[in-house]
């Protein structure tokens, strides 16, 4: 599910209950909060050129290559964040986080990328738009809380905009795969077809379709969890201030 | 029978905040739910949990001293714990159970059918053209012999060989297991009886030769040490001893290496692997090596803490190196 990778239960619930943990330390932190403000410059820029682009263009269509760069650079940096949990400095799980970004750099890389045809689709724009806003905010919420300073309006745009743009990404990766499969299908890409030396096959086409079809699942699962740990989270705002 | 002490050191119930219902030292055994603390039921004569609870028969119950703690062994008897005039304990439901060898039987029964169904090409997998004809390449028959005598083994040590420490597992993973099994057999016995099936090329027969002679060894070895580890428990006991070689050549593997279960069947895997020089064959023995490793690895340190005269020599699951 490449929608807003929100993080998992831990990360949010250290924000309802300041428990007691063995954080990062001192370097980490320094490192974390470089990382996380990069980060948010680094899809500030996507958004503004974004905007420049339609504003230079005059229509949404084939905003794609005007940040394709941009998109491919930090929405891969993002990997880094499944060291960041297998290390220990973020206590989120590295099954989780790896899960939630492999799909991002999947959709980047193995859909958008490499079949070109794709790019001028609609739906392209509307999940890097919904990446865009989500990651802004989201990397912007790690980086107050490491310093402990988090505004509450980071905090709740972080657990209540995910309620559209997660749909909206969903929407958009979707119907994505959905325009890649004839060409996929015609070039055989990324297919291996018997016979061969090691007996192995693997259709491209079937495992795109495979993948829409996880979404059914894996979806309604994750955008509720999202909703209890706003529920969790908000909710609890009165017991505990922020500054 | 409960010893009967004075005062109430031995008793943890002031700690545990619970209303004193029996305000008497009274003798008894009371079960309390280990999530929500209520009270399930008072035992002061001896009539087991179930007769209360029939659905919670004797292989869901977990019966522990602290709510958190590690459960108490069938073993176990109350005059030993160290628990007040009434003994309390904390009751978890283990959920739905279903037999080790239930399991066994089930998960291993799917490989050894399901290959066959594809060595004998049963319609509806293949090209309708190929139906109920045979592979042309000798080590296709081999590969079959090779994978149904393996699995055959495996139902039989079940049966016959393996002393189960518990009776039982949870009920869901008889899902997870066979869903492996059954998968990862039909996956590979796809490829290896396809009509377009490639035998190996790299080193041809001598390939085969030597894969065979790997796994045949390495077959052997499994049984030894399954037969090793049988007699180490005398029937119906749950012992734990520390394994050591036999007269047996196959078990010298013990002076070296904790598991050799598990080495010997990565060996058999890795043979059969090159037998048919496979991707997806090469995928589950890696896949295999690695859930073997955890386990390895895990027994290897409930052996290190059991037992103080372990042979420091000894590795999990490769000699020296994991």
Redesign the interface.
């Known amino acids: 599910m490449s929608a807003p990778a929100m993080g998992t239960t831990k990360t949010a619930h250290s924000d309802v209950a300041p428990k007691k943990k063995r954080g990062p330390g001192a370097l980490a932190t320094a490192y974390l909060v470089i990382y996380n403000v990069v980060m948010t410059a680094g899809w500030l820029v996507i958004a503004v050129g974004l905007v420049r682009a339609y504003l230079a263009r005059g229509s949404y269509h084939g905003l794609y290559y005007s940040i394709e760069k941009p998109l491919k650079f930090f929405q891969t940096g993002a990997l880094l964040e499944v060291l960041h949990c297998a290390v220990g400095i973020v206590p989120s799980s590295v099954v989780l986080t790896g899960f939630q970004v492999l799909s991002r750099v999947f959709l980047t890389w193995a859909v958008t990328h490499s079949v070109r045809e794709v790019q001028n689709e609609d739906s392209v724009l509307l999940f890097v738009s919904a990446w865009t806003i989500t990651e802004i905010i989201r990397y912007s919420f790690y980086t107050f809380s490491l310093l402990n300073h988090l505004p509450y309006l980071v905090k709740w745009a972080r657990y209540t905009f995910f309620l559209v743009l997660y749909p909206m990404g969903v929407t958009g990766e979707l119907l994505t795969v959905y325009a890649a499969l004839p060409y996929v299908q015609k070039t055989g890409l990324y297919s291996v077809t018997l016979p061969n030396k090691y007996n192995f096959s693997f259709d491209y086409h079937t495992f795109l379709i495979l993948t829409m079809v996880s979404y059914i699942p894996l979806f309604p699962q994750l955008y509720f969890h999202m909703m209890r740990q706003r529920k969790k989270v908000l909710c609890h705002v009165e017991e505990y201030k922020t500054e | 029978m409960i010893e009967r002490r004075e005062g109430w050191e031995g008793n943890d119930r002031a700690n545990e905040g619970e209303r004193d219902l029996f305000p008497q030292l009274k003798p008894g055994v009371e079960i309390l739910d280990a999530k929500t603390k209520d009270k399930l039921c008072f035992l002061d004569k001896v009539r087991p949990l179930h007769k209360y609870y029939p659905q919670w028969y004797a292989a869901r119950q977990s019966i522990r001293l602290d709510p958190k703690g590690k459960s108490l062994k069938d073993e176990d008897v109350l005059q030993h714990l160290p628990v007040g005039t009434t003994a309390t304990f904390y009751f978890r439901d283990l959920g739905a159970q279903i037999s080790w060898v239930t399991v066994f039987l089930t998960e291993y029964g799917g490989p050894l059918l399901l290959y066959l169904m594809f060595y004998f090409r049963v319609p509806f997998i293949y090209a309708p053209k190929y139906d109920f004809t045979t592979s042309k390449h000798w080590v296709v028959h081999l590969a079959c012999m090779c994978h149904s005598f393996h699995y055959l083994k495996r139902l039989l040590e079940t049966l016959f060989v393996h002393r189960f420490s518990h009776g039982t597992m949870p009920l869901r993973n008889i899902f997870k297991n066979c869903t492996y099994y059954w998968g990862f057999a039909a996956w590979m016995a796809y ?2 009886n ?1 009509p ?3 035998p190996p ?1 790299i080193y041809g027969e001598q390939q085969v030769r030597i894969a065979l002679i790997i796994f045949l060894f390495c077959q052997v070895g499994n049984f030894s040490i399954h037969i090793a580890l049988r007699n180490l428990r005398p029937p119906g006991s749950k012992t734990r001893k520390i394994p050591y070689p036999t007269k047996n050549p196959f078990t010298w593997i013990f002076l070296l290496v904790s598991c050799p279960n598990y080495t010997y069947e990565l060996g058999s895997w890795f043979g059969f692997t090159l037998m ?5 064959v090469a995928f589950f023995t890696a896949v295999g090596f690695i859930q073997m490793t955890v386990w390895a690895k895990g027994k290897h340190r409930s052996y290190l803490k059991e037992f103080r005269d372990y042979p420091p020599l000894r590795s999990p699951i490769l000699p020296f190196v994991l």
């Open positions: 490829y290896i396809h377009l099936y490639t090329t048919t020089q496979c991707l997806p």
